[in-house]
Nanobody
């Protein structure tokens, strides 16, 4: 069983940065691809970034324009999302998720955290 806990969300002004963390329990963490998704009020959950089990491959939503970076530390069962140049439209609940396959597809992810709120003010 995989248990995910996000942290690092908060309130930030536009142009600022935040780093989200996701702590993963379970001895098989390094066998999972990991992803970050987000959901804004009244909108569907959307893909943000993914990283392969080894960390060699990463993928990002096109809309991010290179502002976010995903990374993982398999030795410590952690996944990170560095978010720079934040915009008000980045406001959402951010979720960490684990998948057996490296994918942008929401349905590929079987394990989810509870989410962490990110609010970007103007």
């Amino acid at each position: 069983q995989v248990h995910l806990v996000e942290s690092g969300g908060g309130y930030v002004q536009a142009g600022g940065s935040l780093r989200l963390s996701c702590a993963c329990s379970g001895r098989t963490f390094s066998s999972y691809a990991m992803g970050w998704f987000r959901q804004a009020p009244g909108k569907e959950r959307e893909f943000v970034a993914a990283i392969s089990w080894s960390g060699e491959n990463t993928d990002y939503a096109d809309s991010l324009e290179g502002r976010f970076t995903i990374a993982r530390d398999n030795a410590n069962n952690m996944v990170y999302l560095q978010m720079n140049s934040l915009k008000p439209e980045d406001t959402a609940v951010y979720y960490c998720a684990a998948s057996r396959g490296y994918s942008r597809d929401y349905y590929s992810y079987a394990h989810w955290g509870q989410g962490t709120q990110v609010t970007v003010s103007t």
